[in-house]
């Protein structure tokens, strides 16, 4: 079946705009996790939804992010005020529930450049 | 320091050696653990889990150490196709939320 979907793959942008990353889940995962990666690190956490709520938004770096999962499918991560510090692959990865041994399943991620 | 700490590498080895890699947590509250593969610029998919008896899928073995807080994997007979980076993954509580990554070890197999 399909995977985990994210678009844009690539975004390019100018420092102070705004952007929204889309990620499509594996049909059927009630979790959905978005983390960012830098070149040379691994995945950083930064936002779980179990269903359509938000149950840890713990690793938002600061009050310019925010995401969203209306109908606790399809989720939007959103990026105010982008800053050059903002660029990295950002990745969303669904697991079938919030079991502490359901595994992650990752999509390709959205590259994202802030000039 | 790191929550989930590893050794960044490069590992560079001929093909057909046994390779090993380590990996610390800080949190002895950690429920689950798990090793994923990296290939460059692809995203991390899962390579196996880690059992509290130690696990063994093909040529790959885990093995926890929960007193010492450290995970381990070792690859036997290694392939040219095994050059990746290789997360170390801790979900630190019971819920699913908490999954944190080391920030990998490069491993590179040559002919």
């Known amino acids: 079946g399909a995977g985990v979907s994210q678009t844009p793959s690539n975004k390019v942008t100018e420092k102070g705009k705004y952007v929204e990353l889309r990620c499509d889940p594996i049909?059927?995962?009630?979790?959905l996790y978005w983390y960012r990666q830098s070149l040379g690190q691994g995945p950083e956490f930064l936002i779980y939804?179990?269903?359509?709520?938000?149950?840890?938004d713990s690793g938002l770096p600061n009050d310019r992010f925010f995401a969203v999962r209306p109908e606790g499918s399809v989720s939007t991560l959103k990026i105010q005020r982008t800053e050059r510090g903002d660029s990295a692959v950002y990745l969303c990865a669904s697991s079938l529930d919030s079991s502490s041994n359901s595994p992650l399943h990752f999509g390709n991620g959205t590259r994202l450049t802030v000039t | 320091r790191k929550e989930v700490e590893q050794d960044p590498g490069p590992f560079n080895v001929p093909e057909g050696a046994t390779v090993a890699f380590n990996c610390t947590y800080s949190?002895?509250?950690?429920?689950?653990f798990f090793w994923y593969r990296q290939d460059c610029r692809k995203e991390p998919k899962l390579l196996m889990s880690?059992?509290?008896s130690g696990n063994e899928d093909g040529r790959f073995t885990a093995q926890l150490n929960r007193a010492s807080q450290y995970i381990s994997l070792l690859i036997r007979d290694s392939k040219l196709s095994d050059s990746a980076t290789y997360l170390c993954?801790?979900?630190?509580?019971?819920?699913?939320?908490?999954?944190?990554f080391g920030s990998g070890t490069r491993l590179s197999i040559r002919p």
């Open positions: 949190n002895s509250a950690s429920q689950s």
């Open positions: 993954v801790v979900n630190r509580d019971s819920s699913a939320s908490k999954i944190i």
């Open positions: 880690v059992y509290s």
């Open positions: 049909s059927g995962h009630t979790a």
């Open positions: 939804f179990q269903g359509t709520g938000a149950a840890d």
